[in-house]
């Protein structure tokens, strides 16, 4: 299929394993008029400067150069390398998207190349479906948690398939909604990884117990940094982690009109908001929204949500982009008419992610991805579908972003 680049993981598989096969990339091979050129420009660069030039590369590009020779592989497989690459480069985050399938697998859309790569999760076993885990990504690393127990938790590099299983979490198993986010030091490396768990108090509809769970990568443990009971909201499956402070979106139990269906709760991660004190922090919406998706763009908190009618709150009329300066949204854009129709009328019919200026946008009912870029102002599509196979009607489609880079591992 046009668009598709199915040497992707074959190449990432070589690259981890120090194997170099020169006869699995035609597109190597198809000119072999400038092979003569390449080869001699090759004998008289030194090493820092061939280093520094590739440097500058793509990141599916690094790896098609690390199979040209056992030089070029050498070198970009260096940890001088891996440092200059994460510095030199600007790599604009990708969008793997996937459905539900036998096998934990999917493609990954690059905006700079506009290619679809397939990329095989390292985390996810065979035996479970993909659609079956919860994902947050920061900084090249991606963290999955099972949608079954809600305690089974790993963090990898999807580029170079290093993974980590991490000890389940300090807190009961099965509650009725988790949110999963991470963040990672760009310095250091080290992350944390939090879980919001909310679970309903037996016999009390309108009291939920919510607590806190905070992974730190330094000391390798788990620690509850709030346990608190919420009078008519619940915590969902929303959740993210900017500049040292959590933001997840709660729920209302309780009923209430349209506006007063959603809130956003910030909690410093660092000072820890004394118990009792948690309701404070509510942020509301800002108009009725049928549903909300939290991202970091450059510590910034971002919300893409779905804007509901007036008269029916559960009917989605258009997407709109905000972000939060204070305790105030400001909205930054509004999907255009044309690019929302096929997007679907009730509540819930998207997914989204962001990082650094690109926000991804999805129906869960089609491959097709929609991408806005912040700094321009620009909506458009991914040059060709998703290549993604939908094997029933009733198939959904999701996704995540993260960031590709080769010189960080969990």
Not at 88 to 106: C, I, N, R, V
Not at 113 to 135: A, H, Q, V
Not at 238 to 253: H, R
Not at 343 to 352: L, M, Q
């Given at each position: 299929?046009?668009?598709e680049?199915s ?15 020169l006869?699995?990339f035609?597109?190597?091979?198809d ?15 030194p ?9 500058y590369?793509p ?20 940890k001088?390398?891996?440092?200059n690459?994460?510095h030199?480069?600007?790599q604009?985050?990708?969008y ?6 036998d ?14 790569y ?9 035996s ?8 947050a990504?920061?900084?090249?690393l991606v ?11 790993h ?5 170079t ?31 944390n990884?939090?879980?919001v768990?909310?679970?309903?108090v037996?016999?009390?509809f309108?009291?939920w ?16 940094t709030?346990?608190e009971i919420?009078?008519g ?14 933001y ?7 009923g ?5 269906r ?14 009792g ?7 509301p919406?800002?108009?009725s929204?049928t549903?909300?998706r ?30 939060l ?5 400001q909205?930054?854009?509004?999907m ?15 997914a ?15 491959p ?11 909506w458009?599509?991914?040059y060709?579908?998703?290549p ?9 489609f999701?996704g995540?972003c993260f ?8």
């Amino acid at each position: 299929m046009e668009g598709e680049t199915s040497w992707f993981s074959h190449c990432t598989d070589n690259f981890t394993s120090g194997k170099v096969e020169l006869d699995s990339f035609a597109e190597l091979n198809d000119e072999t008029d400038k092979e003569v050129d390449s080869i001699s420009l090759d004998l008289i660069l030194p090493d820092d400067l061939l280093e520094r030039i590739l440097a500058y590369l793509p990141v599916a590009s690094i790896f098609r150069a690390g199979c040209v020779c056992k030089r070029w592989h050498e070198i970009v497989t260096s940890k001088r390398f891996l440092w200059n690459s994460s510095h030199l480069s600007s790599q604009k985050p990708w969008y793997f998207m996937f459905t539900s399938s036998d096998e934990p697998a999917g493609y990954a859309y690059d905006p700079i190349l506009r290619k679809w790569y397939g990329i095989d999760l390292p985390c996810i076993e065979t035996s479970n479906l993909t659609s079956n885990w919860f994902i947050a990504s920061s900084c090249g690393l991606v963290c999955f948690m099972d949608n079954d127990s809600r305690s089974e938790l790993h963090i990898c590099n999807p580029i170079t398939k290093c993974r980590k299983g991490l000890d389940e979490p300090p807190c009961p198993k099965f509650p009725d909604y988790s949110a999963l986010a991470v963040s990672v030091n760009r310095s250091t490396h080290n992350y944390n990884i939090s879980l919001v768990k909310s679970k309903q108090v037996p016999g009390n509809f309108f009291q939920w117990d919510l607590s806190i769970h905070v992974y730190d990568s330094e000391t390798t443990m788990w620690t509850t940094t709030l346990t608190e009971i919420l009078a008519g909201w619940r915590a969902g499956d929303e959740s993210v982690i900017c500049d040292g402070v959590l933001y997840f979106l709660i729920y209302s139990t309780g009923g209430g009109g349209p506006d007063n269906r959603h809130r956003l709760i910030m909690y410093n991660l660092k000072n820890r908001a004394p118990h009792g004190l948690l309701m404070r922090s509510f942020v509301p919406m800002p108009c009725s929204l049928t549903c909300g998706r939290l991202m970091n763009l450059k510590e910034k908190l971002i919300m893409v949500g779905g804007i509901g009618k007036h008269d029916r709150a559960d009917i989605i009329k258009g997407i709109g982009i905000w972000v939060l300066k204070g305790r105030d949204w400001q909205e930054i854009a509004r999907m255009p008419h044309k690019f929302f129709q096929g997007f679907g009328e009730f509540d819930d019919v998207f997914a989204s992610s962001g990082m650094d200026d690109l926000i991804y946008i999805q129906s869960y009912g089609a491959p097709s991805l929609l991408v806005f870029d912040v700094n321009l102002r620009t909506w458009r599509w991914s040059y060709q579908k998703c290549p993604v196979t939908k094997r029933f009607p009733l198939q959904l489609f999701t996704g995540f972003c993260f960031e590709p880079r080769l010189d960080i591992a969990p």
